[in-house]
């Protein structure tokens, strides 16, 4: 059950990652930097970017209304929920009532509705579309991200994501081809949401997809920049609970927090710099052909739940 | 009692405000206050009788005899049937209020017809769900799906005249097929009483025949996918206040039909066939929900758009039931309250959010006098509380937490979950593919409905009236705002709601209640399988909020104003207002994607209209051979009449004397007959 000590430690790790997340796409700017033999921006430049945005003028455009205005605070808001209901220092969750993976994609879809909806709220042709393609995304992986969780949670007995990470890290899963599958293919998933390249640039807004940033100005955008890099650490932190829990502290207690955090963080360091050298060692792929790498996701998890059935 | 009699008064209120409809005539003033204001009396007794009947232990049961010996006159107000009665009551309460204001759009066209018409529509769906005897609920069946037909033809036009057609097709064709697995039953049970189908179980073949007969009337009535057809033409044609009952409601009296036929009267007799037809349930709802969806972010027309999503979440519901019978079949009664329970809480929600967004849309429309989304644009400027009642339903039907469109959508997936993880293997095969599909309606849904609100709501303006429109009447904000307030009140306050929605699904099953709620947490029955609290989502959601908007706030100080002024960025060239995103260009990705699906559309139109084309050549035929049977048998006939009425004619002096003697010859000829 939720006590306070749970919802304490809910609370301090969604801060906790709302400080830390500049820092991560700073490491990915520099991993980049370095592959591409450039002499590039501190590990620092994100927090500075935000700093300098936060005190610039604030410009809309004339038709935008309060769905526009409203967005920036709405993104940030529902990644740091979920940023509570994931477990990260711990096995179990935090917050119980958030951590179902049922309620964690839906409410990445809070997000998703207000992102789109800002870019037709604009009124600028390039940010309509990019909302478009934003959703188009969504179509194409929440299901490859629910039924690859979903198999992981048949595994476990609950969709909970502490419970299903607890049973994982224990080894009580009934069949051990079905969830490193189910992992391959949540992890692809993951990687398609965190909006890198050959599926998408989010650093880059003049590309289609990030198009709902183009009409964004100072204050908002420094929100939104830093909700997006929020959202990059919270998934893979997700991915990180629930299919890579080793390390993490069992039960509540200093030293296993500690511990925990510990890990954590390098877990996010290797992933990070994993996810650096990939996109960019690969180019951009067509929207259009998106689906047919997308089908390898469905394929994949489709796999898994099929080891599952078989029981192998 | 109170229950039967809170529905009775009710259905008097109705009876009384349809005719006080038609005498009141041309005085339309008078029509919209008095119809309205009977019309939400009559509500409010429907809600009491609903909420009251859902809080009694027992059904409450009146057994008249009627003027017909073989079929008694049974009402039965089971927890089942006060829920159904409570939904139809709260929706037709939100459509009186709202159509107040809005029938004025229908001035000097029978205004006092449409108020008839509401109320038979009303009453004879209450009737429908109330009625425990077949001869009767066939009756009212076919009585509301007349009254609704003439809401559907209201405007008299080639479209509106043409979907009402298709409607009187299909919801015909259904009753046929839904009249012959009730007389199947009546064989077995000798009496048309429901109580006695309940007393005879159906032996082992005929049992499914009755329940695929059924089923497939139902689904006609419920619009499931492939007998959908005749739904997005015939609600969007209605107006907008009766789109929102038939949508809201009448589709699920479809659905309650299949709930009483598959669990209530066939239960019983239900042996393992039970689990084929839970399966068959099941893919019936997934197939609809996705393709619903699919084929509603094509539309331009919004009421069509809208139409398509109650295909789609028609299926969602049947999901919830179709998991709730496999439940059933595998004698676990855990996992079937926990299947019906999340189809009749989506049920609900999805009348609340689905009325919602018809009476938003009737709202614009009522402004615009046009359908089409592409001429709107910007309204959220002009329209405010319109736009944010129409927000909150695009987000609820969207399935977003913590509204209600999401706690059942939760109890859905939680329910397929259980029967994953404990049923045969061919349940454990098909109920993680039935989430997968949800799981994709659901992100398909959430893009459907920032197309819809941002191209109606968001933006610049499309078009002249919808840069001239005005906020909606008082009435119909009113009764948009009961609505929406009933969509946050259902999702927030779910851990009350939950707990009679399970315990509604387990009077109907005959099951022991189900644990769904523990404190402000949500649960699955078991608190290791899953725990939601929306409750708990909403404060965090509002707690945290502060942080972006304090961060904002410390900066102000040291920035200039904020300034709205930049035209948006547009390449380079001058932006103009052909360039922002369309209704079409929207969903072009999608539209590029699921190609094969809106190819098998045109198929399914297809072969629907070569049924209709059929039926309009056997019309045309009775056209023709019409006037040959005037020629050849009524007319001679009226000839002859004609030519003995001259005749006698002759006998006609007009002399008052003659006719007296007329009248004596008369009695004397008596007289001489009797002697």
């Known amino acids: 059950m939720l006590t306070f000590s749970h919802f304490i430690l809910g609370l301090f790790q969604a801060l906790l990652l709302l400080a830390a997340a500049p820092l991560v796409s700073g490491l990915s700017r520099m991993v980049r930097a370095k592959l591409h033999t450039r002499h590039g921006p501190g590990l620092l430049q994100d927090y500075r970017d935000i700093a300098k945005l936060l005190t610039r003028q604030d410009l809309t455009p004339p038709n935008s209304g309060f769905a526009f205005r409203l967005m920036p605070a709405v993104m940030l808001t529902t990644v740091l929920v979920i940023a509570m209901g994931i477990p990260m220092l711990t096995r179990f969750t935090p917050v119980a009532p958030i951590g179902d993976l049922i309620t964690v994609i839906y409410l990445f879809a809070l997000a998703r509705f207000f992102f789109s909806l800002s870019g037709i709220d604009s009124g600028s042709s390039f940010s309509g579309i990019g909302g478009s393609r934003e959703l188009t995304m969504g179509v194409l992986v929440e299901p490859v991200m629910l039924l690859s969780l979903f198999v992981a949670a048949l595994l476990a007995g609950s969709t909970n994501l502490g419970a299903i990470g607890t049973a994982i890290a224990d080894g009580h899963v009934r069949s051990a081809t079905a969830t490193v599958i189910a992992a391959l293919s949540f992890a692809y998933a993951i990687y398609i949401e965190l909006g890198k390249l050959p599926y998408d640039m989010a650093e880059a807004e003049q590309e289609l997809q990030e198009g709902p940033l183009t009409e964004y100005s100072g204050p908002s955008l420094a929100l939104i920049k830093w909700a997006m890099a929020l959202k990059q650490t919270v998934v893979v932190a997700w991915f990180v609970g629930v299919f890579l829990p080793f390390g993490s502290a069992p039960e509540m207690s200093f030293f296993g927090l500690l511990f925990g955090l510990v890990a954590f963080a390098i877990k996010l360091v290797l992933i990070f710099a994993a996810v650096g050298v990939v996109e960019n060692s690969v180019a951009r792929v067509r929207f259009r052909l998106t689906p047919q790498h997308s089908w390898i996701g469905v394929g994949a998890a489709s796999l898994a739940f099929v080891f599952y059935l078989v029981g192998l | ?675």
């Open chain 2, 1 to 675: 009692m109170i229950p039967l009699s809170l529905l009775i008064m009710s259905l008097l209120l109705s009876c009384g405000g349809g005719i006080l409809c038609l005498l009141l005539k041309r005085r339309e003033g008078d029509i919209r206050l008095g119809g309205s204001g009977v019309g939400i009396a009559a509500a409010l007794a429907g809600l009491g009788a609903g909420l009251t009947a859902i809080g009694a232990g027992q059904p409450a049961v009146l057994d008249a005899a009627g003027p017909y010996p073989f079929a008694h006159f049974v009402l039965r107000l089971d927890p089942l049937a006060g829920l159904m009665i409570a939904v139809i009551s709260l929706l037709s309460l939100v459509a009186w209020i709202y159509g107040f204001a809005y029938v004025r759009e229908y001035a000097g066209r029978g205004v006092g017809a449409m108020g008839f018409f509401m109320n038979a529509f009303i009453a004879s769906m209450m009737l429908v769900v109330a009625a425990d005897n077949a001869f009767w609920f066939l009756i009212f069946f076919e009585m509301m799906s007349l009254a609704s037909y003439f809401l559907v033809i209201f405007d008299q036009d080639d479209e509106a005249v043409g979907a009402g057609f298709l409607y009187f097709l299909v919801a015909h064709g259904g009753s046929v097929l839904i009249m012959a697995a009730f007389f199947l039953m009546a064989n077995q049970a000798g009496g048309f009483d429901f109580a006695a189908f309940r007393a005879h179980p159906l032996p082992a073949p005929l049992d499914s025949v009755a329940f695929l007969l059924a089923f497939i009337g139902f689904g006609a009535k419920a619009g499931m996918i492939p007998l959908h057809i005749w739904l997005p033409r015939a609600h969007p044609a209605a107006p907008s206040h009766a789109s929102a009952l038939m949508s809201g409601v009448m589709i699920k009296i479809g659905v309650f039909g299949i709930v009483k036929v598959g669990i209530d009267l066939l239960a019983a007799s239900a042996g393992p066939a039970m689990l084929g037809w839970g399966l068959l349930v099941l893919a019936f709802g997934a197939v609809s929900s996705v393709l619903g969806v699919v084929y509603a972010l094509a539309e331009h027309d919004i009421k069509k758009l809208l139409a398509y999503h109650s295909v789609e979440n028609i299926g969602i519901i049947l999901l919830g039931v179709g998991t709730g019978m496999i439940g059933m079949a595998l004698h676990q009664p855990v996992l079937a309250v926990l299947g019906l329970m999340a189809g009749l809480y989506h049920l609900l929600n999805h009348a609340v959010f689905k009325g919602l967004l018809f009476l938003g849309a009737g709202s614009v429309i009522f402004r615009m006098h046009s359908k089409d989304m592409e001429e709107m644009g910007g309204l959220a400027r002009n329209m405010p509380w319109t736009a944010l009642s129409f927000l909150v339903g695009a987000l609820a039907i969207s399935a977003i937490p913590p509204l209600n469109g999401f706690v059942s959508e939760w109890y859905t997936y939680q329910a397929l979950f259980a029967a994953a993880l404990d049923g045969t293997p061919l349940v454990a095969f098909a109920a993680p593919i039935a989430a997968v599909l949800l799981a994709l309606t659901g992100a398909l849904a959430v893009m459907c409905f920032v197309k819809a609100y941002g191209i109606m709501f968001a933006g610049a303006p499309r078009s002249h009236h919808a840069e001239e429109a005005r906020e909606a009447p008082a009435a119909m904000v009113a009764g948009m705002a009961v609505l929406a307030v009933a969509c946050v009140a259902l999702g927030l306050l779910a851990p009350l709601v939950a707990p009679v929605m399970g315990r509604i699904a387990a009077a109907t099953i005959g099951a022991a209640p189900v644990t769904l709620a523990v404190g402000a947490t949500l649960l699955p029955g078991d608190a290791q399988q899953a725990t939601l609290s929306t409750p708990l989502i909403a404060i965090l959601l509002i707690a945290m909020a502060f942080l972006p908007i304090g961060l904002k706030a410390a900066f102000a100080a040291k920035r200039g104003g904020d300034r709205k002024a930049a035209a948006p960025w547009a390449a380079g060239y001058l932006p103009d207002h052909h360039m922002p995103a369309t209704a079409g260009s929207f969903a072009q990705p999608i539209r590029m994607f699921f190609a094969p699906l809106y190819t098998l559309r045109r198929a399914i139109a297809g072969r629907w209209t070569g049924i209709t084309l059929g039926f309009e050549r056997v019309v045309t035929l009775a056209r023709r051979t019409e006037p040959l049977a005037d020629r050849s048998v009524i007319a001679p006939i009226v000839g002859v009449v004609d030519a003995g009425g001259k005749r006698l004619q002759a006998i006609q002096g007009g002399d008052f004397r003659i006719y007296c003697l007329y009248i004596v010859a008369a009695l004397i000829a008596l007289l001489a007959l009797a002697v």
